[in-house]
């Protein structure tokens, strides 16, 4: 920046003017005059506010962006850096030493926390499970998916339906939540995997509602709106209930004094334990020649197929996989919620998960472990700001995609060195 | 037979409406490539307005119906059509480099934005509108009768009129030619000379005018909204923009009146509890027969 | 590693909490709908619980002790209010809680509170679900959807000598259950319903659905459902040349149910279920006379939030803020509140269902029926 900058104040009071003239029409109506009924009562006073702040803002953003920071930073925004960071070959991941330590606070996490926050953290976790899940969808396939939340209510009411007719349990739902969950995806997936980008993102959305309206409508299997219990699980048959009507509860087999956080330490820890599972079968899976399949179809799927790759069969196992880990996290939120119903299935859910995978980086591991936690513990952080609470958090996530539209954690790849006698 | 006749009717009028916001969600996609989520919302600000701008007259002491109504289209579309510049400007226009999902969550952040800030300064409560026009036709078919009001006469008359003004301007107007450019090859348009920011901001403002009409529309003929009701028309109009084949103009029409038939006679002659599993289901089957949806072009692919 | 910020920053957070519950006195949380769809309900809930408050505070508070409420948010959702209740419970060291609104968040919710042996008193939640769970902490001041369906059927086999009846549901907890309930009803009384259908919630067209009420010439329409969709619904029944009889519970009980229907000649001869009418009470008149001093409509909810209020103060006050002794309080003894005497029975419901039936009239207002 060899160029003196030097701030034109003319030009920003007539920003800031501007600005000013369109927040009145903005807020003008919305704000300003307060329906009451057929009526209606003036608030201008609230108007007047709004439009200081926006004018104040707009004069201030003005002369900040005509700084020479200022210019730095709305070039650096212009031009974001593209692809994947490349390591060196012979570089060591800190992962090493991270790992074992996150594990040991993790593992220590529900015997410090309160039980508020033992809460917020396994929501947090289970919101992990459904990142990674709709990751290996979006972030590695290229697959825009809305509709996740379908096979996280699979989940959540395989669980519940299969205890209720089958007396199927926790840990025998587990697995057969996972199966059902991909089996589901496979039977999406083969007649849609032929449509392109956005196609399939409808017909996605499509199904996540279809699912959530068989689940209102069908109230003779499902009970509909008024929602079914979820059993709880249960630790080699001892169960985690004050009392039991059959065999022993875990705090009397155990001499303990009753106290309901032991239920939630034990879901924290299972969960936390298939967290980690799902993490290293999704690292090692994107090194072997499935998930280098993925990428390399999300990249360009003609040059793939005509290398003879089955797309539909690539494509496919992608959305089985996913869909499994959906299934995975809908049985730990109905247990750990003890009661599933309809409404925690909307299609916003869906682009919740979705904002997920992209704030964190679309297809990085770590992103979408920092961006699930940040997306489930910022409302419960935010309620502070009570009503202002979700519009805080529209804000924010505008805010960070304009600040970061990569995502927190940029991609990165190891690098190979080349061999000698191959590349010259 | 008169029932069938009344959902045809009915189906037309919800379907005009349909199509009119479709044409929001299919006039983006094409110039941009990106899912505005927050359209459903910019719906919902509008029938805000729609009531503010009747409560404004009415307390002006203006009564008579042709007079309110033409000031309530005129004042709604306007400040609407703010609305749809100044959401284009600050949440997509600093990601216009960067992947197209990171545009598509911060639409979704905007309408999380749009829904509370109108919760916040109007209250949570239901809202509606007097109503103004009143009277309806009546034929007598067989034993039966039809019955149209006039109102859903209005809405099918000016929805017509506005894709009819629509039309014209992209086909023929130097604006439309600007538009259709751009939406061809953004890079290519620009090099032209074309200005293809101020085209992709005049394609906002459009869609949040046509949206306007349909705000004002519906707002007049149900008289009930909340901050909330832009969710699922916002869904149904977006699948209504897919199914006529995303990005083309008439087939988002076409998409919302075949959308709003297929509702009102499944609802009417079969359930009206699973008339959206059906309208989905409608929408995959005609994706699998034509991926492009109705009336869109086959995607080419490249190498 | 972002994550142990995280989680200190909520340990923190969390001992924040328990420092400004060192200072209250007694915390009771009011929960419900505060953001979302519902946020209108949350409102009513709010308002009532703090004027209730206020004026047990002004009155020395419960043995002494200032009532501190907490705004508690699930926006009727089941997983938020689950987090909320904990947090309740937990972080917020609340010895009662009135709500939550929605069926749907009250039962998960009660089975926390029932577990830290916390007072749930809903002013709102009708489902019959929840009291059936057998918890001992749940009561609730208004009453179950059945009781309702009982007086609506019996209103329209009787009173109506009605056929054809038509019922409509919202799909919702609430709407469907009182459907369901009214439905058995009607069937117990040998009479089969024409039309059984839910309409979508959020949807304001329901021309469709009504041209077929129209086909299947019912004489009657039953709603179970919320205003939202009651004003569209009876408004384009009308609009359409219907002169069926619209009949719906206390879901519609609002103002706003008139502005919504877009003239107060739409809800004209509308039927509905609610409580008998608290100015009917001397304590109620005096209650409902305070909101109006303050420019303030207690409608809906809101009385409802201020008796379940009074009921958890008196259990309170009875046992030493005992929230448990307090919840077995209730099973033996009864209430003087705002709307009358409350008595309950040993699942938690009221004894007595006081559900009347109203009529709208041509100005917008509701008369009960005799």
Redesign the interface.
């Known amino acids: 920046m060899s160029q003196v900058v030097g701030i034109n104040f003319k030009k920003s009071s007539i920003d800031a003017l501007v600005a000013g003239f369109?927040a009145l029409?903005?807020f003008?109506?919305?704000?300003g005059?307060?329906?009451d009924?057929?009526?209606?009562d003036a608030e201008f006073g609230?108007v007047a506010w709004m439009v200081a702040v926006v004018v104040v803002g707009r004069f201030v953003m003005s002369c900040f962006f005509q700084t020479e920071k200022g210019v730095a930073m709305s070039f650096k925004?212009?031009?974001?850096d593209e692809g994947a960071k490349v390591l060196s070959p012979g570089h060591k991941s800190k992962m090493v030493w991270?790992i074992p330590l996150?594990i040991v606070?993790?593992l220590l996490?529900p015997f410090?926390?309160?039980?508020?926050?033992l809460?917020?953290?396994i929501?947090?976790l289970i919101y992990v499970l459904l990142g990674l899940g709709l990751n290996i969808v979006?972030g590695l396939a290229g697959l825009?998916d809305l509709g996740f939340v379908g096979f996280y209510a699979i989940g959540a009411y395989g669980l519940a339906l299969g205890y209720e007719n089958l007396g199927l349990g926790f840990w025998s739902m587990l697995p057969i939540a996972a199966i059902l969950a991909a089996f589901a995806g496979a039977i999406l997936g083969f007649?849609?995997l032929?449509?392109?980008g956005?196609?399939l993102?409808?017909?996605t959305?499509?199904?996540g509602?279809?699912i959530r309206?068989?689940l209102?409508?069908w109230?003779s299997f499902t009970h509909?709106?008024?929602?079914i219990s979820a059993p709880l699980p249960t630790l080699f048959g001892l169960e985690f209930k004050?009392r039991s009507k059959d065999g022993d509860t875990f705090h009397e087999f155990f001499n303990l004094p009753y106290d309901?956080a032991y239920k939630y330490m034990f879901i924290y820890l299972v969960l936390f334990a298939v967290v980690w599972a799902v993490l290293f079968v999704k690292h090692r899976l994107v090194k072997m020649p499935i998930g280098r399949a993925w990428e390399a179809l999300r990249e360009d799927?003609?040059?793939c197929r005509s290398l003879g790759l089955n797309h539909v069969l690539v494509k496919l196992s992608a959305f089985m996989l996913g869909a499994s880990t959906g299934g995975l996290a809908g049985v730990f939120?109905a247990t750990?919620?003890?009661?599933?119903?309809p409404?925690?299935f909307t299609?916003f859910e869906s682009?919740l998960i979705?904002?997920i995978v992209?704030?964190g980086g679309?297809g990085s591991t770590l992103g979408v472990?920092?961006a699930a936690?940040?997306l489930t513990?910022l409302?419960?952080?935010l309620?502070e700001f009570?009503?202002?609470?979700?519009?805080m958090?529209?804000?924010?996530?505008?805010v960070m995609?304009?600040w970061k539209?990569?995502g927190i954690v940029r991609v990165t790849r190891t690098g190979f060195a080349a061999r000698k006698g191959v590349v010259k | 037979m008169d029932i069938v006749l009344q959902q045809l009717v009915n189906g037309l009028t919800l379907g005009s409406v349909y199509g009119l916001i479709a044409i929001g969600y299919t006039m983006v996609?094409g110039i941009i490539?990106m899912?505005n989520?927050a359209h459903g919302d910019v719906y919902m600000?509008s029938a805000?307005?729609t009531?503010?701008?009747?409560?404004?007259l009415?307390?002006f002491g203006i009564e008579s119906f042709p007079i309110i109504i033409i000031g309530t289209l005129f004042?709604t579309v306007?400040?609407t059509g703010?609305?749809g510049?100044?959401i284009e400007r600050?949440?997509y226009r600093?990601?216009r480099?960067?992947?197209r999902?990171?545009?598509?969550?911060?639409a979704?952040?905007?309408?999380?934005?749009l829904?509370?800030?109108?919760q916040?300064?109007?209250?949570a409560n239901q809202?509606?509108?007097?109503t103004l026009l009143t009277g309806a036709i009546r034929f007598t078919v067989g034993d039966g009768f039809v019955q149209i009001t006039y109102m859903k006469l209005l809405i099918l008359f000016i929805s017509l009129l506005g894709m009819g003004v629509l039309t014209y301007v992209i086909q023929k107007t130097k604006l439309g030619r600007m538009c259709r450019a751009t939406q061809q090859d953004r890079k290519m348009a620009s090099i032209l000379g074309i200005d293809t920011d101020k085209v992709i901001s005049t394609v906002f403002v459009i869609g949040a005018m046509m949206a306007a009409l349909a705000g004002v529309l519906i707002t007049l003929d149900y008289g009930a909204f909340d901050f909330y009701v832009g969710?699922i028309i916002g869904?149904k109009a977006?699948?209504a923009a897919?199914l006529g084949g995303?990005g083309s103009l008439p087939g988002a029409m076409l998409g919302g009146l075949i959308l709003g038939l297929s509702e009102a006679l499944f609802a009417g002659l079969i359930s009206s509890?699973?008339k959206?599993?059906f309208s989905?289901?409608l929408?995959?089957l005609i994706?699998?027969v034509r991926?492009?949806?109705l009336l869109g072009k086959p995607?080419v692919?490249?190498? | 590693?972002?994550?142990?910020i995280?989680?200190k920053?909520?340990?923190s957070?969390?001992i924040a909490g328990a420092a400004t519950l060192a200072q209250a006195d007694v915390v009771i949380g009011v929960a419900g709908p505060?953001?979302?769809a519902y946020?209108a309900f949350g409102e009513q809930l709010w308002k009532g619980a703090e004027q209730a408050a206020a004026d047990i505070n002004a009155n020395g508070g419960i043995n002494g002790e200032m009532i501190e409420l907490v705004?508690a948010?699930d926006a009727?959702?089941?997983?938020?209010a689950?987090?909320v209740a904990?947090?309740l419970?937990?972080?917020d060291g609340a010895l009662a809680v009135v709500g939550h609104f929605c069926?749907?968040s009250s039962?998960?919710a009660s089975?926390?509170y029932e577990?830290?042996g916390v007072l749930m008193v809903t002013p709102a939640s009708t489902?019959p679900?929840l009291t059936d769970q057998g918890l001992s902490n749940v009561y609730r001041v208004c009453g179950r959807d059945d009781q309702q369906g009982d007086v609506a059927a019996s209103y329209i086999v009787d009173t109506l000598g009605a056929k054809r009846v038509a019922i409509i549901h919202d799909?919702?907890?609430y709407g469907?259950?009182l459907a369901d309930a009214t439905k058995a009803t009607l069937n117990a009384y040998g009479v089969k319903e024409v039309m059984y259908e839910?309409l979508t919630r959020g949807e304001k067209d329901f021309n469709a659905l009504i041209t077929k009420i129209r086909s299947v010439d019912a004489d009657v329409v039953y709603f179970g459902g919320l205003h939202s969709e009651a004003g569209p619904l009876v408004r384009q029944l009308r609009e359409q040349g219907s002169k069926a009889i619209f009949m719906s519970g206390d879901g519609i009980v609002s103002?706003e149910f008139v502005?919504v229907a877009g003239s107060p000649e739409y809800v004209d001869g509308v039927l509905m279920t609610f409580g008998a009418d608290p100015t009917s009470y001397p304590a109620g008149k005096t209650v409902v006379q305070g909101f109006r001093d303050k420019g303030f409509e207690p409608e809906g909810y809101v009385l409802y939030s201020y008796t379940a209020m009074q009921v958890v103060a008196a259990a309170l006050s009875a046992n030493d803020l005992d929230p448990v002794k307090g919840a077995e309080w209730l099973q033996t003894n009864s209430v003087d509140t705002a709307m009358g005497k409350k008595t309950f029975d040993d699942k938690g419901d009221l004894t007595v269902s006081d559900y009347v039936m109203y009529e709208w009239d041509a100005k917008g207002k509701y008369t009960q029926v005799n």
């Open positions: 369109l029409i903005l003008g109506p919305i704000v005059v307060l329906l009924g057929y009526e209606f609230r925004y212009a031009n974001h991270i996150v606070v993790g996490v410090i926390a309160s039980k508020y926050v809460t917020v953290v929501l947090g979006v825009l007649p849609v032929r449509m392109h956005d196609y993102a409808i017909v959305l499509g199904f509602e279809i309206l068989i209102t409508n109230a509909g709106p008024n929602g004050r309901s799927e003609i040059a939120f750990y919620q003890g009661f599933v119903n409404s925690s299609f682009a979705l904002a992209v704030l679309m472990v920092i936690f940040c513990v409302p419960e952080v309620r009570a009503e202002y609470r979700v519009l958090f529209g804000i924010l996530m505008v995609m304009i539209p990569r | 996609y490539g899912i989520f600000v805000y307005i009531a503010i701008a009747i409560a404004l009415t307390f004042l306007a400040v703010a609305y510049w100044v600050i949440a600093p990601l480099n960067s992947s999902l990171s545009v598509l969550i911060s979704i952040g905007m309408s999380l934005i829904q509370n800030y109108v916040l300064s109007q209250g809202q509606g509108v007097p969710f869904i977006f699948t897919v995303i509890d699973y959206d599993v989905f289901s929408l995959v994706l699998i991926p492009s949806g995607e692919e490249k190498v | 590693m972002s994550n142990v995280v989680r920053t909520l340990i957070l969390a505060h953001t979302g946020a705004k948010d009727c959702e089941p997983k938020q689950v987090s904990n947090r419970v937990d972080s069926s749907s039962i998960p089975r926390i577990e830290a489902s679900t799909k919702d907890t469907k259950g839910g103002d502005s």
